[in-house]
């Protein structure tokens, strides 16, 4: 199993990103997706994920209104487009895989992650 996170880079406070995160070697529509960030000196936080089947999705309340998570299955890849950003949004991104569709706002049910993306946004 491998996925590949991109899309990260800096950005201007207000400014867009969109991430991507394509994965191989597993089931993908029936396995949930979840986007997690990690900012130095702090611990990995849940920023979105979306269910596999049902595509219900999920966001932290820091993220609700700017970011949306979407997938295509067509192309086994999630998206995370992420618009307002702040400077407190400035962090490595992450995705991960998992089969199920309960409690995937917490990163220890995650089978699979990807390698991290760098989003910098300045003040």
């Known amino acids: 199993v491998q996925l590949q996170a991109s899309g990260g880079g800096l950005v201007q406070t207000g400014g867009s990103l969109r991430l991507s995160c394509a994965a191989s070697?597993?089931?993908?529509?029936?396995?949930?997706m979840g986007w997690f960030r990690q900012a130095p000196g702090k611990e990995r936080e849940f920023v979105a994920a979306?269910?596999?089947?049902?595509?219900?999705?999920y966001y932290a309340d820091s993220v609700k209104g700017r970011f949306t998570i979407s997938r295509d299955n067509a192309k086994n890849t999630v998206y995370l487009q992420m618009n307002s950003l702040k400077p407190e949004d400035t962090a490595v991104y992450y995705c991960?895989?998992?089969?199920?569709?309960?409690?995937?706002?917490?990163?220890?049910?995650?089978?699979?992650w990807g390698q991290g993306t760098l989003v910098t946004v300045s003040s």
């Open positions: 979306i269910s596999g089947t049902r595509d219900t999705t």
């Open positions: 070697g597993l089931p993908f529509s029936r396995n949930s």
């Open positions: 991960g895989a998992r089969t199920g569709g309960s409690n995937l706002q917490y990163s220890r049910y995650y089978l699979y």
